[in-house]
């Protein structure tokens, strides 16, 4: 397989890709939603904490499944992610009404762990691979997982409203992990870190471990600025049908949201990363939040189709900061350990998933969502200013910043 990889390194982006446009549910949840309430005759906030659950498992994953692939690599780490995964999709089939408990034990946490387990087991072994062109790796296996969220709403919409709307739901899920298993085995197989490093790269290969990392402010400032992206989308996306409708749409345009939604987020985590490589990390960040910020007003007040493109444009700043994430991150802490490192920093995408929605809740916010959105995008901006670059990547090329 080691010189199959050596002559083709394309097919570990192909791989990445494959896997990743199957894991994006938190993408296409406005999609599944409705359906749930309806079949599983749960409340909208009920519903909305499996998506949140979701979020925060994904986080907890990454972690998890950073460590997993930095011990025993990356094809371990994405073949446990496809069982977890499959398996709590096809559990979300079989849960009967009324549970949201036990859709959160048997549905969000599994799939949530699954997705994040693969997420990090291709994004580093994409990026050892292309280890000068970190960047291209990262957009391209993010384009996919960007482009699942419209492919997923397709594909549940065959259940909920076209050729097998009969089947239901259930039936979506069911059709989802036997699509998912064979494609996520397969694909994992492939993936395997380089046996060896060019002498130029030795140094990239060495860094900080995660106890060194965690010692530094520079992981508190990035892992509290991922929590602060959260607010932006993940308040609003398990409920954009129902803002639609309160802007004007009828329900098939609102599902538009998620569907455009999902071309946004492929195209922030295709273009993002490459335009980081050439401005640096940290002043993409910074564009960024402030990108997250003008867009949560346009987002609060826009009617119709122009909710839809504050939305889109959202997409695109939200997935843009979660793809510059990884190669941040190997910037500043190093290749040797990047799977758990990268984990460690999804952390706080747990923290912000979980405490934005509960904060919005317990204060009672409504309308109100929208300015808590646009505060944390707005502190974000000065988080990832905070953030130092060391001198001698300033004066180095690619992602480094320029003095």
């Keep these: ?52 659950i979701l979020i925060a498992g994904y986080g907890i994953g990454c972690a998890v499944g950073g460590f997993l692939q930095d011990q025993y690599g990356p094809r371990k780490a994405a073949l446990a992610g496809t069982v977890l995964l499959c ?3 096809a559990l979300g089939g079989v849960i009967p009404q009324g549970k949201a408990w036990l859709f959160y034990l048997a549905f969000s946490i599994p799939v949530g762990l699954g997705s994040a387990f693969l ?9 050892k691979w292309y280890a000068d062109r970190k960047g291209l790796a990262t957009g391209v296996v993010g384009c996919a997982m960007g482009l699942s969220g ?13 050729i097998w709307q009969e089947k239901g739901i259930r039936w979506a899920f069911f059709a989802l992990a036997l699509l998912t298993l064979p494609v996520c ?29 965690l010692r530094t402010k520079n992981y508190w400032l990035l892992a509290a600025a991922v929590a602060l992206s959260t ?4 308040l609003f996306s398990p409920m954009l049908v129902e803002i639609g409708a309160q802007r004007g749409l009828a329900e098939g345009q609102a599902l538009w949201a998620v569907m455009l939604g999902s071309v946004g987020n492929a195209a922030g985590r295709l273009t993002m ?68 490192n990268y984990g460690l920093l999804a952390l ?12 919005a809740d317990g204060l009672g916010l409504k309308n109100g969502r929208h300015l808590l959105a646009i505060a944390a995008a707005a502190v974000g901006f000065f988080v990832i200013k905070a953030v130092q670059i060391p001198a001698q990547q300033q004066l180095s090329g690619g992602g480094a910043e320029k003095p």
């Design 185 to 213: 085995l397969g694909a994992g197989v492939l993936l395997e870190n380089p046996k060896k490093a060019a002498s130029s790269n030795v140094k990239k290969q060495k860094g900080c471990t995660p106890k060194q990392m």
């Design 1 to 52: 397989m080691q010189r199959i990889l050596q002559k083709c390194p394309w097919l570990i982006l192909l791989a990445g890709a494959l896997i990743q446009i199957l894991t994006g549910i938190p993408s296409a949840w406005g999609a599944f939603q409705k359906p749930v309430i309806s079949e599983y005759g749960l409340n909208e906030q009920s519903a909305g904490y499996i998506f949140s």
């Design 87 to 89: 398996g709590g999709i």
């Design 119 to 127: 997420y990090p087991a291709v994004l580093s072994c994409a990026q």
């Design 231 to 234: 607010p932006a989308v993940q």
């Design 273 to 340: 990363p490459m335009l980081s490589d050439t401005i640096g990390r940290k002043k993409t960040d910074q564009f960024l939040f402030v990108g997250l910020a003008a867009f949560s007003v346009g987002f609060w007040f826009a009617p119709g189709w122009w909710m839809i493109a504050a939305y889109v444009c959202l997409c695109v700043c939200y997935s843009g900061l979660a793809a510059v994430l990884p190669a941040f991150s190997t910037d500043l802490f190093g290749l040797a350990h990047a799977g758990v």
């Design 348 to 359: 706080g995408q747990t923290v912000g998933s979980l405490s934005f929605p509960l904060l």
């Design 150 to 162: 419209l492919f997923l709403t397709g594909f549940i919409s065959l259940f909920t409203k076209g």
